[in-house]
């Protein structure tokens, strides 16, 4: 393969691979050709004010806004001076429409159990949960925390807490107690809303008891709110806990959503830095609302009768804006999954599609690698054939798995939108437009309208096409992150200082000569191997194309000849023996996709890689082992650490 010198970060991947939209799906798509795509892009880019502007009259406003954008580097006010409701766009502005008694939220319980909630029944639920929070006292700007299993109570809460502008902090139901108070401290949140526990695998996780231990340390909540989820026996606290089912018995459902402040803050979501201690991310109202909305109508294409599955947990970015607010807001139906993929058996996603009649499928790459893994009897007992379009989020997605992806599960049929966006960025900023954009397996493609990326040097100076640099993004946009939650300071220094003037992602990525975008990873990540800046996700898709390979990660350590030396994490596919001929074939396998020069000096097999709990391999942790260093920085988000301990044991 072809490398290209940049002086920056060497790009070896050499994708040609080229898949048109179906011409079916683009005759009935919102955009059907690169044509008007490229013309709401040129529109937004002129003038971004009156793009989203213009945009913004499909939500509801209790007072019409009388500027559009307000920017003041690094800060943004979208839709000043207006009032409207998230809650209120979410669901009553669907009540006086033919979509009142359509399922906004069809749910399946890990056991099988199913509820089906259409917009009337969720608007009726909603208001009643939100005048039990009036009546514990929770008032306009007071933060509330959430702790849940991926049950309807949990999309119930958030609505609630946007209709009476209260602001919550979701908490993903797999972190301990510690990383709880923790959060709640920073957000000195009022009250606490949980579940006695949840279902995972079969098994009962005790969550009320976690959250016990978690508000020893929380001194800021007043009150805790307790679903019924399970059989779990918890204990209640006099005076502090109260049932769920208690509150609602006496609810009234009668709540006329609060007009709020477009700049208004609607969430905290906290996610963890390299080092340091989580970062609270502020999202506020009208213009996340407005971008999770147009996001989800144009990437997903979304049709009055989809059945849309993002199977996400709603406590990370993707489930607040993709199963919640942005299909809601569009008046789509939602599935929501409590579940495993693998539980009862590796067929579950495939039966759930296949019996709620799926259409739109939305999940990470580190899902599909472990679907590769599980083997294609698990697809084949189930009958997919409802579904149109697929996506991926989260991380990069290996060329090897898309392709599997593309044939298996879309059966050649139906589009990917490899789809790049973070918790800051509040939606999609890069994707392809399932009936417009043709599709390179493994990038992310293309800028969404309004969104306008260049990849820089480290001087801050756009880079030539073709090399890789740093992504950041040059114009402000509705569903930016407005701040960290009381820390203006760390806002500016973490995104808005090493590229003056510009959004600093924290990703590499380059932009090939077609205008396409390849996302190369964590700036933290790159390898550097005698001088050659090398990205990981490069050695590992390098790795992943063997047959042998389902997952990898490629890490940089020191090394005295070379600066770096390439070390990789292999997890081999079902039924493959781990040898040392495999070691060596690898070793040359990549020497022959990429070159000798990035061919791994070491290869270690492993039975899983260390994964943050939403599916991201925490590189940082496996350069640690790679160099034989006691890991350092926050590990709070890693899912499974007897992971890392038997990574550790391996070593020896
Ligand atoms: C990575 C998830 C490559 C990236 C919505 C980003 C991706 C981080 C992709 C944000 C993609 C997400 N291709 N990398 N399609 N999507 N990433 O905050 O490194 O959990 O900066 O938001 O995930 O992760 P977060």
Redesign the pocket.
Known sequence: MAEVKSGHIVNVMKEERLFPPPKAFSERARIRSMEDYQKLWDEAAADPGKFWGDMAKELHWFKPFDKALEWNMPFAKWFVGGLTNVSYNCLDAHLNTPRANKAAIIWEGEPGDTVVLTYRMLHREVCKFANCLKSLGVNKGDRVSIYMPMVPELAIAMLACTRIGAIHSIVFGGFSAEAIADRNQDAQAKVQITANGGWRRGKELPLKGIVDEALEKSPSIQKCIVLKRTRTECSMKEGRDVWWHDLMAKASPDCPAEPMDAEAPLFILY?SGSTGKPKGVRHTTAGYNLFAKKTFEWVFDNREDDVFWCTADIG???GHSYIVYGPLSAGATSLIFEGAPNWPDEGRFWEIIEKYRVNVFYTA?TAIRAFIKWGDEWVDKHDISSLRLLG??????NPEAWMWYHKKIGAERCPIV????????GGIM??PLPGATPTKPGS?CKPLPGIVPEVVGEDGKPVPTGSGGWLTITQPWPGMLRGIWGDDERYKAQYWSDVPGKYL???NARCDEDGYYW?M??IDDVLNVSGHRLST?EIESALVSHDAVAEAAAVGRPDDMTGEAVCAFVTLTSGTEPTDALKKELKAHVGKEIGKFAAPADIRFTSALPK?R?G?IMRRLLRDIAAGRESAGDTSTLEDFSVLARLRSDDE
């Open positions: 996610t990370w970015i993707t790459p991926t989020v989260g991380e990069g997605i490899d789809t790049w966006w973070q918790t800051e960025t890069m994707t992310c992602c924290g990703d996302i990873g964590r996700i943050t939403s991201k």
